[in-house]
C-alpha cells in the first residue's frame, strides 16, 4: 500500500542552524501539506500546498520557514535559523481531496 | 477557521468496555477525520466521514452534520487500543485547507 515517508526520522541540530526535512507523498496526490507537534501539545498545521503554490499558512509559518517540491516526488521544509522552540515533531501529509495521509514524522530537537 | 473540542481527555476503562470519545467542531465541514496515535509519535488516519456512520472492525465513527458534532466507539475494548485518538476537521476550503486538531483524548484500556 502505498505510503507518505519522511527522512530524516530524527535530527539534531544547534540554534541557528539551518534545517530540511524531507517528505515523499504518495505519488498520485495532489495536496500537500506540514503540521508540527510540540512535545505535549496538539498538532498544529503549518502550510499546505497545491500546484506548486502555497495554498494556505498558519501564523506560526513565518518568514523563518519555507517549502518546495523540488522535483516530481519530494516536499521539502526548510527552517531558517532554528530556535529552540522549534523543537518538536514535524509531520508531513498528502491528499487527492480530503483524506489526508501522514508520514511518520521527524523529531527535530534544537540545542 | 474551525475551532475542535474533544472530550474526554482522558479515559481509562477496562477490557471490554465500551468506549466513546466525543467531538465538536464550530465551522461546517465536508468531511471529519479521527486519527490514532501511539507513543512514539506517529499518525494513523482511522476515518474520513461526511456524513452518517462508519465501521472499521471494533471501531465506529458517526457524525452529525447538523450539530457539528462526531463520536468515535470502540467495542470490546482491547489494551493494543490504548493510544491517543484525535479528531481533525479541515477548513471551508476543502482539499486546500488545513487540519485543525483536537487536543486529543488519551486513552488506556486496563487488562
Known amino acids: 500500500e502505498p505510503e507518505v515517508t519522511q527522512t530524516p526520522s530524527h535530527q539534531v541540530t544547534q540554534m541557528g542552524q539551518e534545517v530540511i526535512l524531507r517528505c515523499v507523498p504518495i505519488s498520485n496526490h495532489l495536496y500537500f501539506y506540514w503540521y508540527r507537534q510540540i512535545l505535549g501539545q496538539k498538532v498544529e498545521f503549518l502550510v499546505s500546498?497545491?500546484?506548486?503554490?502555497?495554498?494556505?499558512k498558519s501564523e506560526i509559518f513565518d518568514d523563518q520557514f519555507s517549502v518546495e517540491r523540488p522535483d516530481g516526488s519530494n516536499f521539502t521544509l526548510k527552517i531558517r535559523s532554528t530556535k529552540l522552540e522549534d523543537s518538536a515533531m514535524y509531520f508531513c501529509?498528502?491528499?487527492?481531496?480530503?483524506?489526508?495521509?501522514f508520514g511518520p514524522g521527524t523529531r527535530l530537537t534544537v540545542t | 477557521k474551525n475551532e475542535v473540542e474533544q472530550s474526554p481527555q482522558n479515559l481509562t476503562a477496562q477490557e471490554g468496555e465500551f468506549i466513546t470519545i466525543n467531538c465538536s467542531y464550530s465551522?461546517?465541514?465536508?468531511?471529519l477525520h479521527w486519527l490514532q496515535q501511539h507513543p512514539g509519535g506517529g499518525i494513523v488516519s482511522l476515518f474520513m466521514?461526511?456524513?452518517g456512520k462508519k465501521k472499521h472492525g471494533r471501531l465506529i465513527a458517526t457524525i452529525n452534520i447538523q450539530e457539528k458534532h462526531s463520536s468515535l466507539h470502540i467495542t470490546a475494548s482491547h489494551p493494543r487500543d490504548s493510544a491517543v485518538y484525535i479528531c481533525a476537521a479541515p477548513g471551508p476550503g476543502g482539499g486546500a485547507d488545513g487540519l485543525t486538531f483536537g487536543k486529543g483524548t488519551h486513552l488506556i484500556i486496563q487488562p
Open positions: 466521514l461526511s456524513s
Open positions: 500546498f497545491y500546484n506548486n503554490e502555497i495554498s494556505e
Open positions: 465551522v461546517g465541514i465536508s468531511a
Open positions: 501529509a498528502s491528499s487527492v481531496a480530503y483524506e489526508q495521509y
